[in-house]
């Protein structure tokens, strides 16, 4: 039984509340990080305590975590598409993210 969020969301939740976008994942994770991530990201948009986007940063399809009432994200359209899995996978929308501060450019 959960006794409240894991380390990845504390983290995630801590850099949206400083008014931030949160780029998930880098080539800096490793493969169990970067599931772990995506996981714990995926319980927060659950819980609606973020939205996730996902966006090309550096012609790299990243997943983005956005406040959710930050009005110029959410006004953003989401795409998604069937993977031959029968999943929905997000695709990238066109807005240049920087990586270093996670602003739109």
Do not use: C, F
Request: hydrophobic share 35%; glycine share 10%.
């Amino acid at each position: 039984m959960s006794r409240g969020p894991g380390i990845w969301q504390r983290q995630i939740l801590e850099r949206l509340a400083r008014g931030k976008v949160v780029i998930l994942t880098g080539p800096e994770h490793t493969h169990a990080e970067q599931n772990a991530i995506r996981r714990a990201a995926y319980t927060l948009e659950k819980a609606g305590k973020l939205r996730l986007i996902s966006h090309r940063i550096h012609g790299v399809a990243r997943l983005v975590a956005v406040p959710v009432d930050d009005e110029l994200w959410n006004q953003l359209p989401t795409r998604g598409v069937y993977g031959l899995d029968g999943k929905i996978y997000r695709k990238p929308i066109g807005i240049i993210l920087h990586p270093d501060d996670g602003e739109p450019r």
